[in-house]
């Protein structure tokens, strides 16, 4: 669930101090982003279900998370200063569409999960009753899409800002996910792209490494320690992208003339594997689009 990883991974964040280093290095973060530091949190889901698996993701955690289930989520929002919206997009109405929570959203900042959904689709519902005119001035509204690798740190996340977002907002978007991992700023015009991209690709990601792990298995390795392998080298694989190294150069350094790495990697192209891994991205951008224009 991403709210939950969201929730996990900026708990971590806040509480990390099993060092001096550690303590003061998120002291930094929120100094140098004037922002002040969350002090309470509350999750809303719908059924004992949902509750008891989030409470048991938060149970690592000494900061207290009250969870509530199937109450008027109206109610705890009153209290709120921050709302992240994590719904099915096909519930958008359902959760934002009557008084109480409008009225509970006003002069307040959401953030939207949600896959597909704009944050125009957003506005248009909670202007229908015109909240800009409220005395606590309009919602504002923020779109983010980080992954699950918010567990651990480790997510990228791509944020929609509408124009004129006030600096003080901009501070907390930025301390929030960027305590979670990397964060980019993307238009809507590119954003259902950034989802498949951004949210989507480690389930892909995982596909292939258990298929190398498959593979290894096969050859005669354990499974944890072929994971454990496979793994290692996706993650040094990545880094050295990241510091700079291009996909194309990597690969050519690696495949030596007559080796066994080029076998492998002509085994792959004869699957075709280029292709079917562009067009997973794109049909996982158009269901994203799909998504969004679903709602009840």
């Known amino acids: 669930n991403l709210g939950t990883a969201l929730l996990c991974g900026v708990l971590t964040s806040i509480l990390e101090d099993k060092s001096a280093t550690a303590t003061q290095d998120v002291t930094q973060r929120w100094q140098s982003h004037e922002v002040t530091a969350p002090t309470s949190f509350a999750a809303c889901v719908r059924t004992s279900a949902s509750a008891s698996r989030l409470n048991n993701a938060l149970a690592p955690f000494r900061h207290p998370v009250a969870v509530h289930h199937n109450q008027n989520s109206a109610n705890i929002i009153d209290d709120a200063d921050i709302i992240v919206l994590g719904c099915q997009p096909t519930d958008l109405h359902e959760c934002l569409d009557n008084a109480a929570m409008k009225s509970a959203l006003r002069g307040k900042l959401l953030i939207s999960l949600l896959a597909g959904v704009k944050i125009s689709d957003i506005e248009s519902i909670l202007q229908a009753t015109d909240n800009s005119k409220s005395q606590n001035g309009p919602t504002i509204i923020v779109r983010a899409m980080p992954n699950t690798a918010s567990f651990v740190k480790e997510s990228m996340t791509v944020i929609e800002t509408p124009p004129g977002t006030p600096s003080e907002t901009l501070r907390v978007i930025d301390w929030i996910f960027g305590s979670i991992g990397n964060i980019k700023y993307m238009p809507t015009s ?49 880094e050295l992208i990241l510091a700079g190294e291009h996909p194309v150069s990597l690969k050519e350094k690696i ?22 891994v562009a067009s997973a991205l794109i049909d996982c951008k158009t269901a994203a689009e799909t998504l969004g224009k679903q709602r009840t």
């Open 190 to 238: 590119t954003f259902d792209a950034c989802t498949a991209l951004c949210a989507s690709s480690p389930a892909f990601f995982a596909v292939f490494l258990e298929a190398l792990v498959d593979g290894a298995v096969a050859t005669g390795l354990s499974r944890s320690d072929a994971q454990e392998m496979a793994a290692q080298a996706m993650k040094g694989t990545a």
């Open 255 to 276: 495949t030596t003339p007559g080796g066994s790495t080029i076998r492998g990697v002509l085994r792959l192209e004869q699957g075709n594997m280029r292709a079917v």
